[in-house]
C-alpha cells in the first residue's frame, strides 16, 4: 500500500462495517467533514463510487465489496503489529475503565468480572454506570464509556457487538408461597396467581410476550422498574416474577425465593457485549474486551 495513507485504509474498512460517515467519525476521534473528504480521496484514487447514499445507510458498491476482504485483511495485520510496540500488558497497567451494565448486569455479572480482575489485572479499576439504551451508543461513540452489556438488540453499525450467551428464564416465588409447592408449577397455577414484571428497556420482553401470549396478561398486578426489586417484593408476599436464570439463581442464594421451572415458551435472553469496532479501540480496550468476552462468555458453559 506504498503512497496510500493507511488512515485511508481504515476510514474505508469502518465505512464498510458501518455504513455511516457519523459513526466511521466518532470511532476515529475524527470530524464528518474530515471523513467525507477521505471518502473524496479515496473515490478518486479507485475510481469508483465505492457507496451510495440510501434510506438505511451508505451502500457499497461491487468495487467497494471487492476491495475490503484484502483491505480488511491488510488492516488486521498492520494493526496487530503496530499494537505490539504499543503492547498493553495487563499485569502492570494501571488504567481505569468505564462500562455500562443495568441491574442485572450489576447483579449478576459485574461479581464475575471483578472476582477474576485481580489475579489478570490487579492495577485497572472499573467505574459503571446505569445502562441507558436510548443514549448508551452516543456514549460510546463520544468516548464516555468503554464498552457495555445489553440484552436488546441494537441494531446501530456504529458499535460492534459481540455475543456472550443466551438464557432462560425461571418462575421465582416466596419460600413459602402456600400454594405453588417445589421446583415446578402448572399454566393453571399460574393463571390463579398475581403476577410483578419489569417494565422499560432494561425490562426484557421475553416474559411479557409470554404472558400476553398465553393470556396471562390481565394477573399483572404490579410493573417495576428493575429487576433487583424482584425478591424483596417476591419473599415478602404471593406474587410470581418471572426472570433470567443466571441472575435467578443469585437471587435464590441470597433470598427467601424459590425458583420454579415453567410450562411456558418465552424467548430466550440473547445477552451482548457492545464495544467500538476493532478497528478503533486503543489496545487497552482491545484487552477489555477479550477479558470480559473470556469471563462472561463462560456462562453460556
Request: charged share 20%; hydrophobic share 45%; proline share 6%.
Amino acid at each position: 500500500m506504498r503512497d496510500f495513507d493507511l488512515n485511508l485504509v481504515r476510514t474505508f474498512v469502518l465505512l464498510y462495517e458501518t455504513r455511516s460517515v457519523t459513526a466511521t467519525a466518532e470511532s476515529m476521534h475524527l470530524t464528518q467533514p474530515t471523513i467525507s473528504y477521505s471518502l473524496q480521496k479515496l473515490r478518486r484514487r479507485f475510481g469508483d463510487e465505492l457507496f451510495r447514499r440510501t434510506k438505511t445507510g451508505l451502500m457499497p458498491t461491487t468495487t467497494a465489496r471487492e476491495l475490503y476482504e484484502p483491505l480488511h485483511a491488510a488492516l488486521t495485520g498492520i494493526e496487530a503489529a503496530v499494537s505490539g510496540s504499543r503492547h498493553f500488558d495487563p499485569a502492570t497497567a494501571h488504567n481505569a475503565f468505564t462500562l455500562c451494565l443495568s441491574d442485572l448486569g450489576e447483579v449478576s455479572l459485574l461479581p464475575r468480572l471483578m472476582a477474576a480482575l485481580p489475579e489478570q489485572a490487579p492495577g485497572v479499576t472499573l467505574t459503571v454506570r446505569p445502562l441507558d439504551v436510548v443514549n448508551v451508543v452516543d456514549q460510546l461513540g463520544r468516548g464516555e464509556i468503554d464498552a457495555f452489556i445489553a440484552t436488546p438488540l441494537l441494531s446501530s453499525q456504529r458499535v460492534a457487538r459481540i455475543p456472550l450467551f443466551t438464557e432462560g428464564y425461571f418462575g421465582m416465588v416466596a419460600e413459602d408461597h402456600p400454594r405453588l409447592r417445589g421446583g415446578r408449577v402448572t399454566r393453571a397455577a399460574l393463571a390463579a396467581e398475581r403476577h410483578v414484571t419489569v417494565f422499560g428497556p432494561a425490562g426484557q420482553e421475553g416474559p411479557r410476550k409470554a404472558l400476553e401470549a398465553y393470556g396471562l396478561l390481565n394477573r399483572v398486578v404490579l410493573e417495576v422498574t428493575r429487576f433487583a426489586t424482584l425478591p424483596y417484593l417476591v419473599q415478602q408476599g404471593e406474587l410470581v416474577a418471572i426472570v433470567p436464570r443466571n441472575v435467578a439463581e443469585v437471587f435464590a442464594a441470597e433470598h427467601r425465593v424459590r425458583l420454579l421451572e415453567l410450562p411456558l415458551d418465552i424467548e430466550p435472553a440473547q445477552v451482548a457485549l457492545y464495544a467500538r469496532h476493532a478497528h478503533a479501540r486503543s489496545p487497552a480496550q482491545h484487552w477489555l474486551v477479550g477479558f470480559m468476552h473470556e469471563v462472561l462468555a463462560e456462562i453460556a458453559e
